[in-house]
C-alpha cells in the first residue's frame, strides 16, 4: 500500500514538474494605469503600427470592450482588453479557452495559475495566443507569431518595473 503510494505520488510529482517547465512564458502586462491604447502604442516602439481600432469581442464571443492592433511585419492579430476587476480578465480568458480549447489539437496548452492564465492551441492554419493577468486580457492569431509574444512580453516587462 505505501509503495503504489509513493509510487503514485512520485509519478504526480514528475508530471507537474513536466508541466510547470513547459509553460510557453509567464506573461507581462502593462501598468493599471496604461489605456489599451497605450498597451497598444508602446509596442509601436518596435513595431510599425498599420491599423488599430475599437472591438468588443473575439469572433462570436463578447469580450467587451478592447482594441486590436496590426503590426507590420507581423503576420497576426494583437487585441487588448482592459477591464476593471482581474475576475472579469479571468472570466473572458475562460470564454475563449471554452471556445477553442481542444487538447487533442496540435499544440495544445493551457494553463491557470490563478493570478494569470496561459493558452495556445493550433487552428487550421493559424496559432492563438491568450493570456490574462491582472485586469488585462490580450489574444494574439497569426503564423509564426512566437517571436513577436516574446518581444510583447520583454516590452511590458521593461515598463511595469
Known sequence: ????ILKLSLILLFVMLLTACSIPFIPEVPPA????????NILANKYILMD???INGFGDIELGDGRYAVFDGVDGLLMA?????????????????K??????????FKV?????????VRLEN?????WFKENWLFIITGDNIERFIADINT???????
Not at 101 to 107: A, D, M
Open 81 to 97: 482588453f482592459k477591464y476593471d476587476d482581474q475576475k472579469d480578465a479571468r472570466e473572458n480568458w475562460d470564454k475563449v479557452t
Open 126 to 130: 493559424t496559432d492563438l495566443y491568450a
Open 99 to 108: 471556445k477553442f480549447g481542444n487538447p487533442f489539437k496540435l499544440k495544445y
Open 112 to 120: 491557470n495559475m490563478g493570478a494569470y492564465g496561459v493558452f495556445t
Open 52 to 54: 488599430s481600432g475599437w
Open 33 to 40: 494605469s496604461y489605456s489599451t491604447e497605450a498597451a497598444i
Open 1 to 4: 500500500m505505501k509503495k503504489s
Open 155 to 161: 516590452i511590458y516587462k521593461s515598463i511595469s518595473r
